[in-house]
């Protein structure tokens, strides 16, 4: 499955930074684009399994949905597509061209912070 995958992958790239910081990571926030989409229920699952016993066990994990966006060839307006209302909405125009969809990303990791426990 995608999800067990891309939940190794980010994982991995976490205990990294742990290992390098020496701390406890709380929360990640990821995002993905539309086409190459993460299904939430299946991407938690598959990343609390894949930490367990790890640092990075019963931390928290966002993911966000980046829309995809496309240009106007009328009138070159940018606007987010919504795939029940396929039109520019600024001229009703459905010739428009796709822009590049976001990649998946890691986008932060938010560590605690060791002076809350009395400092390292
Ligand atoms: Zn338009």
Same mark, same amino acid.
Request: charged residues 25%; glycine residues 4%; contains cysteine.
């Given at each position: 499955m995608h999800e067990t995958a891309v939940a190794q992958s980010?994982? /991995? &790239?976490?205990?990294?930074?742990?290992g390098k910081l #020496?701390?406890?990571?709380?929360?990640?926030?990821?995002?993905?684009?539309? *086409? #190459? &989409?993460? #299904? /939430?229920?299946?991407?938690?699952f598959a990343f609390e399994t894949a930490a367990e016993g790890t640092v990075c066990e019963a931390m928290e994990l966002v993911i966000r949905h980046i829309p995809l966006r496309a240009r106007c060839v009328n009138c070159d307006r940018l606007f987010e597509f919504d795939?029940? &209302? !396929?039109?520019? !909405?600024?001229?009703?125009?459905?010739?428009? /061209? *796709?822009?590049?969809?976001? !990649?998946?990303?890691?986008?932060?990791?938010? *560590?605690?912070?060791?002076? /809350?426990?009395?400092?390292?």
């Open positions: 980010i994982l /991995d &790239t976490i205990l990294e930074h742990a #020496n701390a406890k990571p709380v929360r990640a926030v990821i995002s993905c684009g539309q *086409f #190459n &989409t993460l #299904n /939430d229920e299946a991407m938690q795939i029940y &209302t !396929p039109a520019c !909405p600024e001229c009703k125009s459905e010739h428009f /061209d *796709f822009q590049a969809d976001a !990649p998946l990303l890691l986008e932060e990791i938010e *560590f605690e912070n060791p002076n /809350d426990k009395g400092g390292l």
